[in-house]
């Protein structure tokens, strides 16, 4: 069975609860597959490892997500915490480590899924 492994950085807002969401549903696609699993790695970064650490995530972050084969994100931002900050801080650090710099987000539609997207 083939393994895939996640980096899952939840981070701050509303990304816990989405990115939680989301590997229960790629939990239940890999069930019903049967082909696959799923290996995640959660990592803490975000606003409350800033206010931690001094940094939105370790210097060597980088050299950790290589490991896996993809990375679930879910948000970044404090109030508290200038944007620019977060954002150069943990979302750009990542993008531009992966040569990713469109926020592009593929989407299938499944069969016999309704969907808004025609």
């Known amino acids: 069975m083939r393994e ?3 980096a899952a950085i ?3 807002g509303i990304g816990p609860e989405v990115i939680s969401a989301g590997l229960e549903v790629l ?3 890999a ?4 082909g ?3 290996a995640v790695d959660h ?3 975000g606003s409350d490892w800033y ?6 995530m370790p210097p060597d972050g980088l050299v950790w997500l290589r490991t896996a084969d993809a990375v679930y994100f879910g948000a970044v931002g404090d109030p508290a915490i200038p944007d620019h900050v977060t954002l150069w801080g943990l979302r750009l650090p990542i ?7 469109a926020n592009v987000r593929p989407t299938r539609i499944l069969p016999g899924v309704t969907s808004p997207l025609r």
């Open 27 to 29: 939990d239940a696609v």
């Open 43 to 45: 990592y803490a970064w």
């Open 31 to 34: 069930a019903r597959d049967g």
């Open 10 to 12: 939840p981070a701050d």
């Open 36 to 38: 696959f699993r799923l």
């Open 51 to 56: 206010r931690k650490h001094g940094a939105l």
């Open 95 to 101: 993008c531009q480590g992966f040569d990713q710099y």
């Open 4 to 6: 895939h492994r996640i």
